[in-house]
C-alpha cells in the first residue's frame, strides 16, 4: 500500500500551508495518489480506495458524491469530493467517460473549441455542459465557511481530466480560491478549449499538470490547427507541430508530463517545457497519430502507472490487482471497434 509520505510533508508543515512557487514541481509519488483518487471515481463506492491511498491520519472524509444527467441520451457526469481537516485540503475528483455511447457524443460535440467560457477563451461543447451540470457540487463545497481556507486539488482521468479543466480555472475565476491555493493532476486529458482558454488557464492556475502514457490517442483530440510553415525532416514519420498562433481548433493547456514507455514505479518520463508552449512538439505531439490503428493508443489511455484505471478503482485500488498486458496485435480501425464491439468498453 502506497504511503504518500512526500504528499504528507507538502501539507504537515504549517496547517495553513498553500501551493507556494517553490512547490509548482511534478511529484510523482503525489500522481500516483491522484491517480488512485481519479480511478475510484469509476467505482459506486471510492471509500475503499480512500483508505487504501491516504494514512489514518490523514483522515479523508467523503463530502459529497455527484451523479447528473450529462446529455440526451442520459449518460453521467459525475464525481466525488473528498476533504481532510488533518491537511487541511479538498479534493474534488471527476470520473471519466462511463459508456460508449456518451464517447460518441463526446466526439460529435468536440471537433472544434465552440462555446464560450466565462469570457476565458472557447471551450468544447460537451465538456462545456457537463461542467455546467456539475459546478453546484464544486460552488457548495468551496463556499462552506468551514473549508474557506483549505487548498484545493482537482483530478480526473479521460473526460474526468476534462472537467477537471474547466472546475479549476472557474474555481479562481469565481473567486472560491486564489491561484496558489489550487493544483490540477490530471490523466489522459483531452484538449479541452482554444488558445485563448490555454493561455487563460495558465494564469489561473499555475500549478497544472496533465500526465500523459505514451500513444495514449486522447490527448490528440480534438485535434489542434497544425503548423503548416514546419517542414517534417527527411525519413520521419511526417507529423507536424501544432500551430501556436491559431485559436481555430483544440490546444491543451498546462503542463504535461510524457511518460514514452510503460509507467511502473521508476520508469522514465520527460516535463515537457518545449514549444510550441503547452504542446510541446518532443513529447507526446512527437509521434504521428494513425487514427486507423489506435489499439495501442487506447491501451494506453486506459492503463496509467501499472493499472487498468476504471477496473482498478472498481476493484477499491487493491495492489495485488493484476491487468493484462498491451495487446500484441493491432488491427484497422481499432478504436471504432472498442466503441461497436461487444464489450461495453469505452475510452
Sequence with gaps: MLKFLIFLAFFVIGVHGIFGPADAQYNET?????????????????????????????TQTLLTTFSVRCD???????????????????????????????????????????????????????????????????QDALSNPQYQNYDVYVTGHSLGGALAGLAAPRIVHDGLRQSHQVKVITFGEPRVGNLDFSRAYDQLIPYSFRVTHAIDIVPHL????????????????????????????????????????????????????????????????????????TTMGVWDHRNYFGVEVPAFGKGGCDPTMTFKGPPTKTGVLSLVSSVFGRKRRAV
Design 30 to 58: 503525489e500522481a500516483r495518489m491522484l491517480l488512485n483518487l481519479a480511478a475510484a471515481a469509476y467505482s459506486t463506492d471510492a471509500t475503499p480506495c480512500l483508505q487504501r491511498t491516504f494514512s489514518p491520519s490523514e
Design 72 to 138: 440526451f441520451i442520459g449518460n453521467p457526469c459525475a464525481g466525488y469530493i473528498v476533504v481532510s481537516d488533518a491537511l487541511q485540503q479538498i479534493t474534488v475528483v471527476f470520473r471519466g467517460t462511463k459508456t460508449n455511447s456518451q464517447l460518441l457524443l463526446e466526439g460529435w460535440t468536440t471537433l472544434k473549441p465552440s462555446a464560450d467560457f466565462y469570457g476565458m477563451g472557447l471551450v468544447n461543447t460537451y465538456f462545456r455542459s457537463g461542467h455546467e451540470k456539475t459546478w453546484q457540487y464544486v
Design 222 to 293: 480534438p485535434a489542434c490547427v497544425k503548423d503548416l510553415s514546419y517542414t517534417p525532416p527527411a525519413g520521419s514519420d511526417g507529423s507536424m507541430p501544432c500551430d501556436p498562433v491559431s485559436t481555430n481548433g483544440g490546444y491543451h493547456h498546462g503542463l504535461e508530463v510524457w511518460y514514452p514507455g510503460n509507467m511502473t514505479q521508476g520508469s522514465p518520463y520527460m516535463i515537457c517545457t518545449g514549444l510550441p508552449r503547452d504542446e510541446d512538439f518532443s513529447c507526446s505531439n512527437a509521434p504521428k497519430v494513425d487514427l486507423d490503428d
